[in-house]
T-cell receptor
């Protein structure tokens, strides 16, 4: 059984640019959540997708957007990058209804210069 | 507003002894609590959870205790092993539309010395 995978592993962007991060959910999981983990902090919930629809959003501005595809892979898009967007971005997937048993990917480390 | 707090940034324990990691929360709407372990360059791994209707849940060497009146939970690891050295996060979830949207603490770095 393949776990949650994310790409790329590392990414460097400059302020004002746009970035797309990708996540492949664990087999059989139809719900994906994205988290931002700043250095020295715990992960912070960005949003969740279920069956290609947004199913809840944390305290993040609209320039953070997402997509979930029919094969349950997903993307996190961030427009107009700011220095404070530098963080580890984690995606997590779970089976329908098992929202409290989320399986995390290794993350994408984004650095904004 | 930090709704889930882990006030100890780090903990050092001798192999074979008990490790106790603590977590406090402020939101009384939380009704499900989890502990995750994270190694460097890996995503957090689910360890153990507890529902607010219980005060204790045990899984092998890991036990989680919940004190709702104090809004406090703790993770006990007995006996501690060097492989347990990692960052431990507690997380909480509400019900209804908040179900499954985890709120994490800042993490505690556990080091178990041989």
């Amino acid at each position: 059984e393949t776990g949650v995978t994310q790409s790329p592993t590392h990414l460097i962007k400059t302020r004002g640019q746009q970035v797309t991060l990708r996540c492949s959910s664990q087999s059989g999981h139809n719900t994906v959540s994205w988290y931002q983990q700043a250095l020295g902090q715990g992960p912070q919930f960005i949003f969740q997708y279920y069956r290609e629809e947004e199913n809840g959003r944390g305290n993040f501005p609209p320039r953070f957007s997402g997509l979930q595809f029919p094969n349950y892979s997903s993307e996190l898009n961030v427009n107009a990058l700011e220095l404070d967007d530098s963080a580890l971005y984690l995606c997590a997937s779970n089976e329908r209804g098992k929202y409290n048993e989320q399986f995390f990917g290794p993350g994408t480390r984004l650095t904004v210069l | 507003d930090q709704q889930v707090k882990q006030n100890s940034p780090s903990l050092s324990v001798q192999e074979g002894r008990i490790s106790i990691l603590n977590c406090d929360y402020t939101n009384s709407m939380f009704d499900y609590f989890l502990w995750y372990k994270k190694y460097p360059a890996e995503g957090p791994t689910f360890l153990i959870s507890i529902s607010s209707i219980k005060d204790k849940n045990e899984d092998g060497r890991f036990t989680v205790f919940l004190n709702k009146s104090a809004k406090h939970l703790s993770l006990h690891i007995v006996p501690s092993q060097p492989g347990d050295s990692a960052v431990y996060f507690c997380a909480a979830s509400g019900s209804g539309t908040s179900y499954g949207k985890l709120t994490f603490g800042q993490g505690t770095i556990l080091t178990v010395h041989p």
